[in-house]
């Protein structure tokens, strides 16, 4: 395939260098829900409508794995902050836990009562957050496989939950046009934001955990400061409806993607329209930001994943490969505009709402309904036909499952998939170049028992799990069955004549 064309149809100078399409995946056979790139940056794990989960390898001569178990479409994947897990949340109302193996083993949380629309790892990865249309949002012990705690408040589906960096709190956007914020603790509602006129569909917390960002039906991207609770931003670039959000790590850029087609990039520091991408041929239904910021994914109605080199970050990159001390020189504060300005236009497209009580209403700012386009004087990348992907070749897939460690069993709510045995037709993960073959067999072997000797732990541990909760119910039977201290009537008889005396 020829490489990628970009057309700029802006006449600012290219100080910044623009994004580029680097490589895309074909491989799903039906819309593409969600993506998320391993902390490592050496993989992408897709969710789609076609019910399964694949994991894409950035090395070319690796294989891409689809994943296969859940009984209805995927609507929400993640990786956990150690690349070790990926979660999945599908209509079947469940949530899988997998391990992204050749083998594809996987257990499963009987999670919700209705679809399962996110699922999003904390910071340490000690828990996941999932939002279902049971207008429900809950909280799972990843290592002990276990049910912790639901938010109740929504009145209509959740569509999107994440948990703040410090994991205190949880931002969750649903069918009731409202964005909830809540206290993990108290597991109480703190706050609600009901600044959008449609259907949220999608929210995050900025880096720093004093922000948020949410976008949906209405066609608005906003952001709020969650300390003040007030409106900071907001976009209103797209021509239908914002199915995903994602802040890049250095919390100076956010990405969104849309049912028209294109992908924005929002500069918060000046509050304007960046770019707007165009690549898919369709509804683009999902984005997310790698953890270095270097690379952004996205996914949409035409079956494809696009991947995307960042580029206009080159500050924030040189920063982190410099010095930790260095990064972020200029970052987007919630309080207000740097004083750093871009090298590009200083037209804003998004409202910024200073911190002063004489400060303009959101309809003061910008009226409702008003479509603010910037195309002119923001970059606009359009992608040709002829995407470039990986040396010209899309990598073989391989599908893959669960195999068998034990009986299904119910575990508070967790249930142990049945893992039946197959022979999967894989190679290893990685090559091993020039490796003697009789080692790499060993070292192959040596990691399988690995993964045998987790999964078994992992049992163990669910378990003793049930042996700790029978005993509790035991000793709470017993104590309600023991009989209790009879009351003993006493009857006094007097003698006659006898006088009561007190």
Known sequence: AAAAAAVLSSPMDSLTEDPLLDRHFKGHKAEVTSVDFNPNVKQLVT?????????????????????????????????????????????????????????????????????????????????????????????????????????????????????????RLVVSGSDDKTVKLWDVASRSCIHTFYEHSGIVSSVAFHPDGT????????????????????????????????????FHPSGNYLTSASDDATLKIYDLR????????????????????????????????????????????????????????????????PAGKTHHHSRRSEHTTGTEIPHSRS???????????????????????????????IHDSQPEVVSVGPSVFAAPQDVHGFELEDRRSIQPQTQPLDRRGDMPEHLAATLERIVGQLDVLTQTVSILEDRLSMVEDKVVQTAVAAAAAAPSPRKIDVEIRRAPGEEEHF
């Open 47 to 167: 969710g789609s409508l076609d019910a399964s989960v694949m994991v894409w390898n950035f090395k070319p001569q690796l294989r891409a794995f689809r994943f296969v178990g859940h009984q209805g479409p995927v609507h929400s994947v993640a990786f956990s902050p150690a690349g070790n897990l990926i979660a999945s949340g599908s209509r079947d109302q469940t949530v899988r836990l997998w391990v992204p193996t050749v083998k594809g083993e996987s257990t499963t949380f009987k999670a919700h009562a209705g679809t399962v629309r996110s699922v999003a790892f904390s910071s340490s990865g000690t828990y996941l957050v999932t939002a279902a249309d049971d207008k429900a949002v809950k909280l799972w012990s990843v290592h002990r496989r276990r049910f912790q705690l639901s938010l109740l408040g929504h009145t209509n589906w959740v569509r999107s939950a994440k948990p703040s960096p410090d994991e």
């Open 270 to 333: 000046e509050g304007r329209l960046f770019y707007t991408l165009h690549g898919h041929q369709g509804a683009v239904k999902a984005v997310s930001f790698s953890s270095s910021g270097a690379y952004f994914a996205s996914g949409g109605s035409d079956n494809q994943v696009l991947v995307w080199k960042t580029n206009f970050d080159a500050e924030y990159q040189q920063d982190r490969h410099v010095s930790s001390r260095h990064t972020n020189h200029h970052t987007f504060s």
């Open 211 to 246: 922000c948020i960002a949410a976008g949906g039906g209405d066609s608005t991207v906003k952001l709020w400061d969650i300390r003040t609770n007030r409106l900071l931003q907001h976009y209103n670039n797209h021509d239908a409806s914002v199915n995903s959000i994602s």
């Open 359 to 389: 400060a303009p209403s959101h309809s003061q700012a910008q009226p409702t309904g008003s479509k603010t386009r910037t195309d002119a004087v923001s970059s606009s990348v359009r992608v040709s036909s002829g995407l470039r992907d």
